[in-house]
């Protein structure tokens, strides 16, 4: 006996809590959230459910919480084929002994698909519903995405030197355009461009990307200040900080993202401030390559969008942004020397709707709000360590583990069920892990001796 | 048809990798270890398994790695039960305003049962197999503990003001004494003397818990520079360090578990290293409540021991020692500078072998190695975020989610099957847990109004 005035709703998902992810830090107690059309028709209290809406289906999940699917706005997906090769080691030993060599060796459109489909049933499994990518062979991670369901933006690398994708950076920034054309109409897929870093693109190739991303209309995803080294480096080859070039040639604006910035003064975070740029902090991949701290709650402080990252599983080892949320939230206490910085709330939003924010796509996704696609993550939290259930969302920041992620939507439709992948099969996906252990193994250990 | 010189084994367990946590940083492939009368027989190849043992039960362990259990060398176990209760805030605020007043009026001996069971299936679920815990009614927690199997060390506290448990230290004294007596011969319950902190107990007790240590070979558990607040203080009253102070007491010992040690400047460090004394370093707690960076690597440099704790989950907020070895890992290395700082296989280790050391416990168990009690954990790599697998001990180290822990033995006797709990009702805690949301938070919330 539904109410006259109810809304048609392909699917009500009534949970213990819904955690919106919004400014106001609203939580939900046992509340229903509809969806129609792969959009978030609203939400409203789980008693007042039959009066709001007509449920062609119906999910009821006690003792668990709905959140927005979390987006990692930083990493090299295929990468993941990686995971553990090289660890412990320096920076530059990690990169010029190990990685590129493997790249140079290895990375293939077969190696990037492949990866990234391994990289993306990991993300699904662990909540993740968006992800910002800067690898080679960009066109089959799309594809790989858009097979699984999955939203991707694409940051096609642009760097000077021969890489196993271009030749060049024109190359780069040629193919990046011919990628936002093919995918220009994708529901799920977005270009952005990704010149590599400051120290691996020069002035003409930045200051034409300046000019394009404005043209197109598109994000610009870049490593900035990753180490104390590539500043020192700058300020003796070229006489300034990487940030303050960036300025001079006109980067430093909404669109551009910054990944790492580990290394910013007063000058740094002035001229990010001003700009409005955004910071893409990856925690765990900074203290695992020693690289250094971002001053989160200065950034936040300040106004500056920080967003989320997990990078690559090369440096991390995983794709978590349960742990990477942990982590950032309990790193900015101890670097700032406050307890209350950076609080669970807030590191919540930082891995969803500020996530949204950097990439641009805020409107579409990032938060639980009438409207937005029904990009939907339901967590169980009726598990050993996040029992007693004094405070969700601290509960989801400092205890959960990915592997309580119970369901997954992306644009409504359903990618994970009961921790069963729905469009990506698992099985074959072991056996490509198995494959590229064996084949990297045995000629990555010839090859070393 | 097995050979007339195989050993007789109650069980043979095979597994894609051993890792023995020993000091040569061995990884067997495709090995077995065989277990006899709760002790550990040997390990070797699975395809000599049958020269060897003659298993009376055999279980095939595939895409699995067997470690020795982990050994959290610090926790309040019982307050599991206020995971979450007060996040985000100063240390002093947090203690003063939220968890004195909540241990005030809360906690009892059933509450530090409940809460000692809860915690205990959280740590047996997440691969721990011996705790070290400091908390008030430590006769409720030995309940808990040998009811479910556990292998637990009780840091009886000893505090100068009332609390729960004593009115004075003289009393914590005694009843640490008694508790000595009642689980002396017990195979799973070791007693330690647990003095709080520098700041809560005064000299007369402190060198009172120094004889007895020695009289009744025990350790001394005991939270030693935590904060930069608690050194000047003591500077500022008493005119010297606290680790200067605990040295003139004749308390730095080869006994002495000296934990969170953030605060430490070369003198401490020396003396630290002359005295023999261990660390028990807890990233994760140090991080959430600021209180500062513990320098591990300094301290492994220089031959001091370092092992591994969660502390209690009111400030970390799970007992997940998976997470705590990956946080370890990744801040030695930021804290250092140094990216090869604390590797992987070493971090396994102070999980566990050097725990062990800590605990005085390591000819029972913290390796693999014949003749140790048969305290092991299997753990399944073949998940999508911990494939492919170069390097199992960098997969336990930096991509293993606790929840992969499959199976759990202490002293021989199974406590996790498949990821399933033997010796504890798991539905039961669930409903402890239940209640005390519901009385905490109730009369929580009203009595901050």
């Known amino acids: 006996m539904s109410n006259p005035n109810a809304v048609d709703a392909d699917l009500v998902i009534h949970a213990s809590w819904i955690i919106p992810a919004t400014e106001d830090n609203l939580v939900h107690r046992d509340a229903c959230l509809a969806v129609a059309d792969g959009k978030i028709l609203g939400i409203c209290s789980s008693h007042a459910a039959d009066g709001h809406f007509r449920a062609g289906k119906t999910l009821h999940l006690d003792g668990q919480v709905l959140i927005p699917g979390l987006i990692n706005t930083h990493g090299h997906a295929a990468m993941t084929l990686f995971r553990g090769i090289a660890d412990d080691l320096p920076l530059q030993t990690w990169l010029e002994q190990h990685i590129w060599p493997l790249e140079a060796q290895f990375v293939s459109e077969d190696f990037v698909y492949q ?21 080679f062979f960009p066109e089959a991670s799309a594809r790989a995405a858009t097979e699984a369901g999955m939203r991707v933006q694409l940051a096609a690398p642009v760097i000077d030197f021969p890489n196993p994708w271009s030749a060049n950076a024109d190359e780069g920034i040629f193919k990046t355009t011919q990628l936002h054309d093919a995918w220009r109409n994708s529901e799920l897929v977005s270009t952005a461009f990704g010149p590599h870093a400051p120290y691996s693109v020069a002035d003409g190739p930045l200051k034409r990307i300046a000019v394009l991303a404005e043209e197109l209309d598109l994000p610009i995803h870049m490593h900035v200040h990753e180490t104390a080294l590539e500043v020192a480096q700058a300020v003796r080859d070229l006489g300034q900080r990487p940030i303050k070039r960036l300025y001079d040639l006109g980067l430093l604006s909404p669109r551009l993202i910054c990944v790492h910035a580990t290394q910013l003064n007063e000058q740094d975070i002035e001229l990010l401030k001003e700009s409005g740029a955004h910071v893409a902090h990856c925690p765990e991949s900074n203290l695992k390559l020693a690289s250094g701290f971002c001053p989160v709650d ?23 942004m349960f742990s990477e949320m942990r982590s950032a939230a309990l790193l900015a206490k101890a670097v700032s020397g406050d307890a209350s910085a950076l609080p669970a709330y807030r590191a919540l939003r930082m891995a969803t709707l500020d996530g949204a924010r950097a990439l641009g796509l805020d409107r579409m996704t990032g938060s639980l709000e009438p409207g937005k696609c029904a990009d939907i993550v339901a967590v169980r939290l009726d598990e050993l360590n996040t029992v007693p259930v004094h405070n969700p969302v601290s509960q989801l920041v400092y205890s959960t583990q990915a592997s309580q992620v119970s369901h997954v939507w992306v644009n409504g439709k359903q990618l994970l069920n009961d921790g ?23 000629r990555y250990d010839t090859a070393k001796q």
């Open 115 to 135: 990866g990234t489909q391994l990289a993306i049933a990991e993300m699904i499994r662990s909540g993740t519903t968006c992800f910002a990518d800067m690898y």
């Open 420 to 442: 069963e992948l729905t469009s990506i099969n698992r099985r074959n996906l072991l056996e490509i892990a198995r494959h590229w252990q064996d084949t990297l193994g045995t």
């Open 298 to 320: 200065t950034l936040l402080t300040r106004g500056i969008n920080v967003c989320l990252g997990t990078d690559g599983a090369a440096s991390n080892n995983d794709l978590d």
